[in-house]
C-alpha cells in the first residue's frame, strides 16, 4: 500500500503524494501544521504512557530532546515520566503554543540546529521524523546524545473500523476524484507505515553510531464522536490546499458516513517507535 505525506493521524492525506523517502524535503509541507495550532492541539491523538515509559527505561536518564515538538504532544508523557523536555521545532506558531503551555521550545530546523554543547539521554520524536533527513537527522541525535543515550522516534499507525473506511474512501472518489486516497485506497494499519519505519531504520544504520534499530508496539484505542472527527480532519498536512468548497463537501460526507454508523466510532491505533541506543564509539 503507498506511503502518503504528512502526520498520517487524521483525514485527508496530502493532495500530492510524494515519496516517504524525499518527504523530508517537502519543507511547505512540514511547516504547514501552525496554521491552527489550537485545534491542531485539541483533536490530535496522543500517545500511551506505556511508551514513553519503555523509553526512559530503557534510557542513561531523564534529560530529553524531543525533535518536532509542535504543540507538546508527544513531550506531555515524558514530562508525566519525571522528564525534563527540550524542545525543538521549526514553525514558530507550534513552538509559541508550546511555550504557552509550559515547555522550553527553541525554533530551529533539527539538522540546522545549535546544541549549544548541551547533552541528553533520549532524543525524541513523535510524528515528525519523516520530516528530517534521516541520515543527518541521526548523526545529530547521536551527537548530542550521552553514552547510551537513545533515539526513539515514533507513530501512531490508526485502524479505521472497517465499514467506516470503506464509506470514507467512497467519499473521497465522489468529491476528491484526484486524491491519492482514490489511487492507493485507504492507508491502515501498521504496514501503512512501512516505508518510514525503513526510511528511519537505514538512517539510523547509515550513522554508524547507533547500534542495531529495534521496533517497540503499543495498541490503544480512542473514541470519536462525529464532532470530535471532524474537529480532526483538517489538521491533516495540506488539507488548505483544497478548494473551500471540495472541503465542505469531504467533511459533509464524512460526517454523514459517522452518522450512519450511530455518530461515533472507536478508532484502533498503534503507536510504534523505532529505536536505537547511541553506542561508545559515537
Known sequence: ????????????????????????????MAESFGSDAERYDRARPNYPQALADRIVAESPGRDVLDVGVGTGISARPFQAAGCRVLGVEVDARMAEFARQHGFEVEVAKFE?????????????????WHWVDPVAGAAKAAEVLRPGG??????????????????????????????PFVRGGMPSGVPAYSA???????????AGTFGEPEQWQFDWERPYTRDEWLDAVPTAGGFNQFPPERVEGLLAGIGAAIDAVGGSFTMGYTAVAVTAARTDAA
Open 112 to 128: 540546522d540546529w545549535d546544541p549549544a554543547g548541551r547533552t541528553f539521554d533520549a532524543v525524541i520524536a513523535g510524528q515528525a
Open 1 to 28: 500500500m503507498p506511503i502518503y505525506s504528512g502526520h498520517m493521524t487524521t483525514l485527508p492525506p496530502e493532495p500530492r503524494a510524494f515519496s516517504a523517502r524525499e518527504s523530508h524535503n517537502a519543507r511547505q
Open 196 to 206: 518510514f519505519f525503513t526510511k528511519t531504520t537505514d538512517g539510523m544504520r547509515a
Open 150 to 179: 537513545r533515539l526513539a522516534v515514533f507513530w501512531n499507525a490508526f485502524q479505521f473500523p472497517s465499514d467506516l473506511a470503506e464509506a470514507f474512501a467512497a467519499v473521497y472518489r465522489r468529491v476528491i476524484p484526484d486524491s
